[in-house]
């Protein structure tokens, strides 16, 4: 199975995987998948639950090797070895559901967890720290300062503390895992919003969400998993929910690429 076509894009993709595979016992959480992710374009991706969307989005973040297949960032074949691997050298940040984040440490402290400034003394070293975290804050719009808790921020807060975490150190992907599945409707469009600036200052997004209707307002593509492997690539282009929740769930379907790729 082939996915996107180069053509359309110009220039090579962000990431090609080829043929990803990944076993545990008899189980085939992924099997055979392969796709491109293009610089500056939103991915939806679908699938009922146990589609195999955690197991696949473990393999770009390194929280699991593959047992076969190939991985090209930019055309440069590589191994995703770590989640720090993942992170610094393909500048890959994968942000949970849960958020990962330290309730009783303040913002600035969350931002640069792991990847605190260590060269200057530790006053110059903090300083530089809470300037940088105010500098993305101001970025995202975002009313909480860098000194205040985490804890004490409201769960669409908490959201965007997580996306400065990417923008501060220049990810070039952010996987967003169901980002708006546990805050307000009114917060709803503001995470909607971000994403879509994410794409226009070209950054590739992939979007992982049970909320369809939040995929098909910002995904520039949607790929739909079930058993372990791509059932379709769609073009997001007059699609309704309806056609979504087909292609979701007609078995008759499964393993058509559509539009191409």
């Known amino acids: ?9 110009g220039e090579p993709p962000l990431l090609s995987l080829r043929h990803l595979k990944k076993s545990f016992g008899a189980v085939h959480a992924v099997d055979d998948v392969s796709l491109d992710i293009f610089t500056g374009e939103v991915l939806g991706l679908v699938g ?7 197991t696949f989005l473990s393999l770009l973040t390194g929280y699991n090797m593959m047992d076969s297949g190939q991985i090209f ?28 984040l330290a ?3 303040p ?5 640069f967890l792991g990847e605190e400034i260590t060269t200057g003394s530790l006053f110059n070293n ?5 300037a940088e975290s105010r500098k993305v804050l101001e970025e995202l719009n975002a009313k909480a300062r860098p000194t205040d808790l985490v804890g004490t921020l409201s769960g669409g807060e908490q959201q965007l503390v997580a996306i400065a975490r990417a923008l501060l150190f220049s990810r070039n992907l952010i996987i967003l895992d169901e980002p708006t599945a546990a805050i307000s ?8 919003r971000l994403i879509r600036r994410l794409r226009d200052e070209n950054r590739s997004v992939l979007l992982v969400s049970h909320r369809l209707e939040d995929i098909l307002a910002v995904a520039d593509r949607i790929v739909v998993f079930a058993h372990g ?33």
Not at 1 to 9: C, D, K
Not at 74 to 100: A, C, H
């Open 1 to 9: 199975m082939e996915s996107s076509s180069l053509a359309s894009h």
């Open 48 to 54: 009922d639950n146990a589609a195999g969307k955690s």
């Open 73 to 100: 960032y930019k055309g440069r074949p590589v191994q995703i070895k770590s989640p720090r691997s993942s992170r610094r050298e393909l500048k890959i940040e994968m942000i949970y559901q849960n958020l990962s």
């Open 103 to 105: 309730p009783d440490l």
């Open 107 to 111: 913002l600035w402290q969350n931002l």
């Open 126 to 130: 903090r300083r530089i720290m809470i």
């Open 185 to 192: 409707v009114a917060k709803i469009d503001e995470v909607l």
């Open 229 to 261: 492997t791509i059932k379709q690539i769609m073009d997001n282009r007059d699609i309704s929910l309806e056609d979504l929740v087909h292609a979701m769930f007609d078995r008759t379907q499964e393993g058509a690429i559509e539009h191409g790729h």
